[in-house]
């Protein structure tokens, strides 16, 4: 059987960065701890004047494209997984390929393309959609391009403002990939949520106590669902484990909760019986609120054994060092935290081919995605190629006023397009939002 899976990613950031603790707390009086410590963030991205979710997208698939020789005749099918979209009909993958053909000869009339949405698990279900387009044979030996792109903002002074960021992942999928090949292995959790949610609005609706329940319960029940299909599973077996990050300390729950799950009936949960005693069981209680309570009771001791933290140390921790830096990407998050983990791996000269990752994905309304993924034999040549360090030490440091400033821009409800704004950047060999259309449409061209 032949493999599939992700031969390459880019990512594009969006141009300006926000310091939490040294520009945003001291605005919002805060403890910079509030932000490092508590969300485990250090800064924000965000879109410059002439950025947004169309431009990223295009340009980290126009960078991915580029660097893998490829013209418009070898992508098949664009699926971009989005919960920024500024048009209920139109989807974004159609501005994306205009943009491309711009700057190719050919263009992507052949290619299918649509629009995903379900909160922030959308990219992976668009990953997975590709994946079953190639596996089918539907593909005529074409691959296809995921692009994840945001800008997840909130409303000035909500408790989510901290998370904001803005940035967009490209992925090809691919036969015969030189990244990750997927694996056929996957558990769901889902159920109908009004945890975080945007009726026909900009900003966000968050209950944000219910939406970290919801999140837990719902990849508790897709690691259930993978436990279910996988012989046999154990915390070894994974050498990184990236999870949907919102913020890095969201993650260090469902982290939590995927080592107690994976380490029970173990000789880890042997060896730690004497410490924190053993696993709670669902039938030595009355009652499914007791079992639970016992168990968060358990997973409370269990973090903090030094067993679990070495393996969060070298499995979990790598995943968020890029997250630490630009904030939630929605759709894109899980995304760069494999990246990041990849990226991580590879600085420390890590041989990782063959390994196995398993990967949590979720989305609020709400559903869990996990499943494993197979490290090949080119993934070092695919990370080494990546400029990530290079976009996010390149981003332009702004004041909490300018902020504000370009919050306004990107608020829909403020009609960016009248904005007297000034871009803080010069574009250069990317593509720009350049006005309005005679429909009321986004108008974009490349700039040289």
């Known amino acids: 059987m032949t493999s599939v899976g992700i031969d390459a ?111 922030c698990i959308s990219g992976t279900q668009s990953l997975d959609d590709a994946y079953n387009w190639i596996r089918a044979g539907r593909n005529r030996g074409r691959a296809a391009l995921v692009i994840a792109t945001d800008t997840a903002l909130y409303a000035r002074d909500d408790p989510g403002e901290a998370t904001q960021g803005a940035g967009a992942v490209a992925l090809l999928v691919t036969e015969d990939p030189d990244l990750v090949e997927l694996s056929t292995e996957q558990g769901y959790g889902s159920a109908d949520e009004t945890d975080f949610l945007k009726p026909q609005q900009q900003f966000p609706s968050v209950d944000g106590k219910r939406s970290v329940q919801v999140y837990l319960a719902r990849m508790r029940e897709a690691i259930e669902d993978f436990e279910s299909v996988t012989e046999t599973i154990h915390p070894d077996d994974y050498v990184l484990g990236p999870f949907h990050t919102p913020f890095p300390g969201m993650v260090r729950k469902a982290a939590a909760l995927a080592f107690r799950h994976f380490s029970r009936d173990t000789e880890i949960e042997e060896a730690l019986a004497d410490e924190i005693g053993r696993q709670p069981r669902r039938e030595a209680f009355d009652s499914e609120e007791a079992f639970r309570e016992a168990a968060a009771d358990y997973t409370d001791d269990l973090t903090d054994t030094d067993t679990y933290q070495s393996w969060y140390a070298e499995t979990v921790e790598p995943t968020l060092t890029i997250s630490r830096e630009v904030g939630n990407w929605y759709t894109g998050s899980v995304h760069v935290a494999r990246l990041s983990g990849l990226k991580a791996a590879y600085e420390d000269d890590a041989d990782l081919t063959g390994e196995r990752l398993l990967v949590g994905s979720y989305g609020s309304g709400a559903q869990a995605e996990v499943h494993a993924e197979t490290v090949q034999s080119g993934w070092e040549e695919e990370i080494e190629a990546l400029d990530v360090d290079e976009q996010l030490d390149a981003r332009y440091e702004l004041t909490f006023e300018e902020y504000e400033d370009v919050h306004d821009v990107h608020n829909h409800d403020e009609d960016a397009g009248a904005s007297d704004t000034d871009q803080f950047t010069s574009p250069e060999a990317e593509f720009v939002f350049d006005g309005w259309g005679r429909m009321g449409e986004r108008k974009y061209t490349y700039v040289e």
Do not use: W
């Not at 960065?17 to 605005?27: Q, S, V």
């Not at 932000?35 to 950025?51: I, M, N, Q, R």
């Not at 991915?64 to 098949?76: A, F, T, V």
């Not at 053909?101 to 290619?111: N, P, S, W």
């Open 9 to 119: 990613v880019e990512i594009r950031t969006g141009k300006l960065r926000l310091d939490l603790p040294e520009t945003f707390a001291p605005a919002q009086g805060d403890d910079p701890g509030k932000y490092t410590k508590g969300l485990g963030l250090t800064a924000s991205s965000f879109p410059d004047v002439y950025e947004d979710i169309v431009t990223m997208g295009a340009n980290a698939a126009h960078e991915l494209m580029e660097r893998k020789g490829l013209e418009p005749e070898d992508i098949g099918r664009i699926d971009v997984a989005t919960e920024s979209a500024f048009d209920n009909s139109k989807p974004v993958s159609t501005y994306i390929a205009g943009c491309l053909e711009q700057v190719y000869d050919g263009d992507f009339h052949h290619a299918n393309k649509g629009e995903r949405k379900f909160a």
